[in-house]
């Protein structure tokens, strides 16, 4: 079983490598630790004995994440939203999202900015012999508070992000274990020069590999490492390379 489980990082490390390119030297690389607690469920609490109100869903997370060797705050992350259960494995959702945001994520003027964004996205997830494999196809519009002059772009950032997420029980090693790797694709879907500039095209990717463990019917602990890389082309920073640790919790009523 040991065995296995070194085949599977292998596996997800080259995967990692395949969905991120290698750091160049104009890259910049930085250490970071990410901490989450994901949380969604129905209505049903209302009144259980209308079935109906199950297919309507609430969702809502609070995400903290600091940069620089992990020494200061980078971002934080609160997002609420509502969904509707089109069937027992996809669900439609629309929502908002509040992202305070230092350095070394500011772009040009180097200044902290708040980000509002309105959201909409379309899970499904499934269980299959292998695993559990699951999706998320989310679009962003995103408002920044930044008075920097606008350079010919938009004012709004409009983004696509597809992840693909795949979770392998472990049972040899414990019924409640599962081996975890992810990868999300970041679509700049067009250019934005405020507070920074986005150029439309290729924005990024989280490619990630860890372990969850099923706590009770309600909670999942997922530990892991996330490969960043943030795509900065015509921007007068360079790209970036991030070297997450990830911990998360994720919880569903």
């Keep these: 079983m040991l065995k296995k489980i070194k085949n599977y990082i292998l596996l997800a490390a080259l995967g990692s490598l395949l969905c991120n390119p290698v750091a ?3 890259t910049v690389e930085d250490f970071q630790v990410w901490g989450g607690v994901f949380s969604q469920g129905n209505f049903g609490f209302v009144n259980p004995n209308n079935p109906d109100l199950k297919k309507f ?3 809502m997370e609070g995400q903290g994440r600091f940069g620089n060797d992990a020494t200061q705050f980078t971002q934080s992350l609160i997002r609420p939203g509502i969904g509707y259960a089109l069937t027992d494995k996809v669900v439609a959702w629309v929502g908002y999202a509040w992202a305070p945001t230092a350095e070394p994520l500011t772009l040009k003027t180097g200044h902290p900015f708040d980000e509002q964004r309105i959201w909409q996205q379309v899970t499904w997830a499934d269980n299959f012999s292998f695993g559990r494999l699951s999706t998320r196809s989310r679009f962003e519009q995103r408002f920044f508070d930044n008075d920097a002059p606008l350079r010919g772009g938009d004012d709004v950032a409009h983004r696509f992000r597809q992840l693909v997420k795949l979770a392998v029980p472990m049972p040899a090693v414990d019924p409640n274990l599962s081996f ?3 990868s999300e694709l970041f ?4 250019t934005v020069d405020n507070p920074g500039f986005i150029s439309r095209g290729y924005d990024q990717n989280r490619a990630f590999v860890g372990l969850g463990y099923k706590v009770n019917q309600y909670a999942t602990v997922e530990v892991g490492y996330m490969n960043q890389f943030i795509n900065r082309p015509h921007s007068a920073r360079p790209d970036q390379m991030m ?3 990830i911990a998360s919790l994720f919880l569903n009523f």
Aim: no cysteine.
């Design 24 to 26: 160049a030297d104009q």
């Design 243 to 245: 070297h997450n640790f």
């Design 57 to 59: 869903r609430w969702w």
């Design 187 to 190: 679509i700049a879907m067009n």
């Design 180 to 182: 975890i790797v992810q």
